[in-house]
C-alpha cells in the first residue's frame, strides 16, 4: 500500500465497498480471455476509475500537514483576521499558537482550531513587548518543538488628525504595529534560520502605501511594516525563509465596525469590485503565502482590497 493516514483510510474504504479500483499492483488486469473490444473496454474503464480516484486523493492533500504556526492577535472572536486565519491554517493541517493581549479571548479561538481536529495553545502577551515575544515563542517550542509559520497580525489604530495626535497615539500605535512585528520577527528568527525554513507573513494596509487621512500614526507604521518586511526578506532568504506583507484595504471587523453605515457605503462605491473585504479574503491570501503554492514568493506586499490600490 502506497498511501497513509488519511489517504489511506479512504483507500480501504473505497476497497471494501468494491466500487473503486486501487492503484496498487494488486488490482487484476482486464483478463486476456476476453473478446478484444470487451477488452478495450475494460481497459478504458479502468484508467477513468484510476485517475478519477488520483484526483480525489489529490484534494485530500493538506498543505500544511505537521506545520506549527504563531499568529498574533488572533484571540477576537467574530470577524478578527487573526481568528480567520489560524482556522485557515488549521484547516491545512497547522498546529496553531494562537497569541492575543488577553488569554481568556484567545482559548476561545483555541477551541474552535481543536474542534478542527488540530493541535492548539493560547498564549497571551503584548507584542510590544521584547520579553512577551521571546515568551510567546517559547511556548510554540516547548509544546510543539518547532515553529514553521509566524503571521504578525496584531494591530491597533488610534486615529486622529495630525495637529490633534497625542504622543501617547503615535507611541501606541507604532509599539503595536511596527515594533510588535519586528519583535515577534526577532524572536522567531534563529530557530527558523535552524531550521532552514520558515514562512512570515506580515499584515500591514494600503494606508501604509497611500497614507490616509487621520492615520498618521497607522499609515507610518505599516509603512514600516512593508519596509521591515523587504529588509527581513532580504536577510533570511539564504536560509529557505520567506517574508512577505499582505496589504488588507477596508475589510469588516471591528475596526471598521466603527465606521457609520453611510461612510461604510461611500467606501465601497470607490471600490472596483463594489464591496467592503472580508477577513476570509484576507485569510485566504495569507494561507497562500504560507503554504508551498508561494515557494519562489518573498519580500512582495500583496493588496487585498477589491481593486482600491493598483
Ligand atoms: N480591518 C481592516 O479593515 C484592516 C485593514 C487593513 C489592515 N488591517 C490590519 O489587520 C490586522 C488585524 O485587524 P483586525 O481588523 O482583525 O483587528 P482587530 O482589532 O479585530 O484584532 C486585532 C487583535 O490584536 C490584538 N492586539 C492588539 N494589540 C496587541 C498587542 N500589543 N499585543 C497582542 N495583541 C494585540 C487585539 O486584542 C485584537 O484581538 C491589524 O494589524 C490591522 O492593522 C485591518
Request: net charge positive; hydrophobic share 45%.
Amino acid at each position: 500500500m502506497r498511501y497513509f493516514g488519511r489517504r489511506a483510510k479512504g483507500a480501504a474504504a473505497e476497497a471494501q465497498d468494491g466500487k473503486v479500483l486501487r492503484e496498487d499492483t494488486s488490482v487484476a488486469e482486464p483478463e486476456a480471455s476476453l473478446p478484444k473490444h470487451c477488452l478495450n473496454l475494460k481497459i478504458q474503464v479502468y484508467r477513468v476509475l484510476v485517475s478519477k480516484n488520483r484526483k480525489e486523493r489529490r484534494k485530500d492533500i493538506l498543505k500544511l500537514e505537521g506545520k506549527v504556526a504563531i499568529v498574533t492577535g488572533a484571540g477576537r472572536e467574530g470577524k478578527g483576521i487573526g481568528r480567520y486565519v489560524s482556522l485557515a491554517l488549521a484547516e491545512e493541517g497547522a498546529d496553531i499558537v494562537i497569541t492575543d493581549y488577553v488569554i481568556e479571548n484567545a482559548e476561545k479561538v483555541v477551541a474552535e482550531v481543536q474542534a478542527l481536529g488540530r493541535r492548539a495553545i493560547a498564549v497571551g502577551g503584548n507584542v510590544a513587548v521584547p520579553a512577551d515575544a521571546d515568551a510567546i515563542v517559547a511556548s510554540a517550542l516547548n509544546e510543539f518543538g518547532r515553529v514553521d509559520i509566524l503571521v504578525n497580525n496584531a494591530g491597533i489604530t488610534r486615529d486622529a488628525l495630525i495637529v490633534r495626535m497625542s504622543e501617547q497615539e503615535w507611541d501606541a500605535v507604532l509599539s503595536t504595529n511596527l515594533k510588535g512585528t519586528f519583535n515577534c520577527t526577532k524572536a522567531v528568527a534563529r530557530t527558523m534560520m535552524k531550521q532552514r525554513s520558515g514562512r512570515i507573513v506580515n499584515v500591514a494596509s494600503v494606508m501604509g502605501v497611500i497614507g490616509n487621512v487621520g492615520q498618521a500614526n497607522y499609515s507610518a507604521s505599516k509603512a514600516g511594516v512593508i519596509a521591515l518586511t523587504k529588509t527581513t526578506s532580504r536577510e533570511l532568504g539564504s536560509r529557505g525563509i520567506n517574508v512577505n506583507a499582505v496589504a488588507p484595504g477596508f475589510i469588516q471587523t471591528a475596526m471598521t465596525e466603527e465606521l457609520s453605515e453611510n461612510v461604510r457605503n461611500s467606501i465601497a462605491q470607490n471600490i472596483p469590485l463594489n464591496r467592503l473585504g472580508t477577513p476570509e479574503d484576507v485569510a485566504r491570501v495569507i494561507l497562500f503565502l504560507c503554504s508551498e503554492d508561494s515557494s519562489y514568493v518573498t519580500g512582495q506586499v500583496i493588496n487585498v482590497c477589491g481593486g482600491m490600490v493598483m
